[in-house]
């Protein structure tokens, strides 16, 4: 792709995971769904391998992790939860394939996007042998992260071919303004784990842009997303939660979209809302955002997709089907006519 936004604004996507286990109706739901960005369904209901970590786990090249009682640990050698995990992947992207060829979507310039935890994220979930987070040691990080570049980009590679479609790689960095912060505790909790400085974040999440060669987003689910930390490393996208985004951070969202970059909002629940919205009611938040920040309402089509705030694992069937069709209503009001909002 020559401009990697161009894969990302004005289009309508989920985060990752759904609800349940039932692996063909949710890959055939998020391809109706998404006509412009469906993703490799995740289903972490189905328990131990098909979490976030351990299901990334099994895409680090010469790293194996197992189960610990405190979560995940390096391992020897491989392990039953990573053959687990490696089964669990397998079957996802085989029914994807098949349903992709039963909808006729091969060669159809359809793009898809696939998820994996990112490296800030992976390294301070897994422990390395001794027990200690893997973030305390910097050259495991480089080899995480270095490990998780090589991985990913042959699972996008994979999905590609599968496939006959572009891809996206989206990294899920939920640990990554503590990281920044300096908020995680280790194996004790008077153990502090010192932050990683935010020049050697960027370079790190930089050096796995690069290697993976794809348009990639970065999801950030907390109120303090480190929009400068991205820019510097070079990320095409960022996903975030709108109703966590504080007036504090307008500036640096505005400084991230008009350096090139693609906002991801997430503008739908992803646990079921006491009251279904409609779309004008989810709109509305991005509306806001565009005008207070002084952009044109094009930007809602040029500069920006819509999303969940969070995945759907913990939703309703009800709910996640209802906020796919908000979803896409919403975009299709930003690209139409964003002016008439």
């Known amino acids: 792709m020559t401009d ?18 039932d692996i063909a109706n949710a890959v055939t739901t998020v391809i109706g769904e998404f006509p412009d960005l469906p993703h490799v369904v995740e289903l972490p209901a189905r328990g131990l391998g098909a979490d976030m970590i351990g299901r990334t786990g099994v895409l680090l090249v010469d790293i194996e992790i197992d189960a610990a009682t405190s979560g995940y640990r390096v391992s020897r050698r491989p392990s ?29 310039g359809r793009t898809v996007k696939v998820q994996a935890a990112g490296p800030l994220t992976m390294a ?16 495991a990080v480089r080899d995480i992260a270095g490990s998780l570049a090589e991985g990913v980009a042959a699972h996008a590679d994979e999905v590609a071919r599968r496939l006959g479609a572009e891809v996206v790689v989206q990294f ?27 020049p050697e974040v960027a370079d ?14 970065v999801h950030a689910c907390s109120a303090d997303v480190p929009f400068e930390v ?20 307008y500036d640096a969202v505005g400084d991230y979209l008009e350096s090139g970059g693609v906002a991801v909002l997430g503008v739908v629940p992803g646990t079921d809302p006491e009251k279904y919205p409609a779309w004008r009611e ?32 913990g939703a309703s069937l009800p709910w996640a089907r209802h906020a796919l069709t908000v979803l896409r209503d919403v975009r299709a009001a930003f690209t139409e006519d964003p002016d008439a909002l």
Do not use: K
Request: charged share 20%; glycine share 10%.
């Open 4 to 21: 990697p936004a161009a894969a990302l604004a004005g289009v309508a996507t989920g985060i990752g995971s759904w609800p349940g286990t």
């Open 80 to 108: 039953t939860t990573s053959r687990r995990a490696r089964d669990f992947l397998t079957e996802d992207l085989d029914v994807l394939e098949e349903q992709w060829e039963l909808a006729g979507l091969r060669g159809s």
């Open 124 to 139: 301070a979930d897994i422990e390395l042998a001794f027990g200690h987070r893997a973030l305390t040691d910097r050259g």
């Open 172 to 198: 899920d960095e939920p640990r990554i303004a503590a990281v920044l912060a300096g908020r995680l505790q280790g194996v004790t909790s008077l153990e502090q784990i010192a932050a990683v400085p935010a």
């Open 204 to 217: 790190l999440l930089g050096s796995v842009v690069r290697r993976v060669n794809r348009p990639v987003i």
């Open 230 to 249: 991205f820019g510097r490393s070079g990320v095409h996208g960022v996903s975030f939660d709108l109703s966590l985004l504080s007036t504090s951070r």
């Open 282 to 313: 989810s709109a509305a938040p991005a509306v806001e955002l565009m005008d207070r920040l002084g952009f044109p309402r094009r930007y809602l089509a040029e500069r920006v997709a819509v999303s969940p705030t969070c995945g759907l694992s």
